[in-house]
């Protein structure tokens, strides 16, 4: 007869789990399977039966619902990708990818090469570029100075040439409708004269007779001051040969009647020279009195002169 130890004792059958092996097989899952099982083995034991009717039965049953929220802990399980190897193998590098980087270390070498180069070409054009400025600016600095210089020379001899004509006295005034002539005995040249009445002072130019009653008053007086020479007036037809202008008003010059002009003249010619004659005088060469006569305005002819200024009170600025 076979105790119930006994039977306890003997190995069961496995049975296929259906469940992961970390989890309890499902006759573990609550008691009341287990004690259900042992009642029928106890049972079984007191009869004589054949050992393989002792094998409970175990019915493939899946849990019922609710079955696994009796359980205190519940695992849960992760599908974990095999360790990887903590050493890498190395792999040979194929010939292609070489070359690549071969080219590629080749070609950032040479753009490198390129901006240093570019560099270097910049720096020295900057240098040639700040010596020809310091060149340049130094050389103009000097002609600047220079010219200043020669400026404010010219201007001392301009200043001091206008003091002393300014300061330079008339050797005869003649007043005449509110009208300074001033006669200097002092010889020049038709435009030095020109420019020395100017700088007189503002109205003052060459004499310009207008008309016959004015040229009647003055060519007496004129011929009594006894220059032996001729008086340089301020007419002539440098603009336009034949065409006689007073200078400083640009007003045509009036034949008078009788006319004031010597015998034949103007003539444009000077008897026994080849000079022409562009600048107006009064003179006797052909009469017992003056007339007026065209005369060469070149730097070897130099005469007295005859200013012209207005009457400001009864003061002569000429």
Request: charged share 20%; with cysteine.
């Amino acid at each position: 007869m076979t105790t119930n130890r006994d039977k306890n004792s003997r190995p069961l059958p496995k049975v296929s789990e259906t469940f992961p092996a970390s989890r309890p097989p499902y006759n573990n899952v609550t008691n009341q399977h287990g004690a259900a099982n042992m009642t029928s083995n106890s049972k079984l034991a007191s009869n004589e039966r054949p050992v393989y009717m002792d094998i409970p039965e175990l019915q493939q049953r899946r849990p019922e619902p609710g079955a696994y929220s009796q359980l205190s802990v519940v695992d849960h399980y992760e599908m974990l990708a095999p360790a990887e190897s903590s050493r890498v193998k190395s792999t040979p590098q194929t010939p292609q990818k070489v070359v690549t980087k071969k080219c590629v270390c080749l070609a950032v070498g040479c753009i490198l090469f390129c901006l240093v180069v570019v560099l270097a070409s910049s720096l020295a054009t900057l240098f040639v570029l700040r010596n020809n400025l310091d060149l340049n600016l130094n050389t103009k600095f000097s002609s600047l100075v220079n010219f200043q210089s020669a400026i404010k020379m010219e201007l001392i001899q301009s200043i001091q040439s206008l003091c002393s004509n300014y300061n330079e006295t008339t050797d005869l005034t003649i007043l005449y409708s509110d009208t300074c002539y001033c006669l200097y005995r002092k010889q020049l040249t038709w435009d030095s004269a020109r420019e020395f009445c100017l700088s007189k002072g503002p109205g003052v130019h060459l004499a310009e007779i207008y008309d016959k009653k004015t040229n009647d008053y003055l060519i007496p007086i004129l011929q009594a001051s006894q220059t032996n020479t001729g008086i340089w007036l301020g007419g002539s037809d440098l603009v336009k040969e034949g065409v006689w202008l007073w200078n400083y008003t640009k007003i045509p010059i009036e034949t008078f009647n009788p006319t004031q002009w010597a015998l034949n003249e103007p003539s444009n010619f000077r008897f026994r020279f080849t000079l022409e004659e562009h600048c107006l005088e009064v003179f006797n060469h052909t009469a017992p009195i003056f007339m007026w006569n065209d005369h060469s305005c070149t730097k070897d002819n130099v005469k007295p002169f005859l200013c012209q200024s207005p009457k400001i009170g009864s003061r002569c600025f000429c």
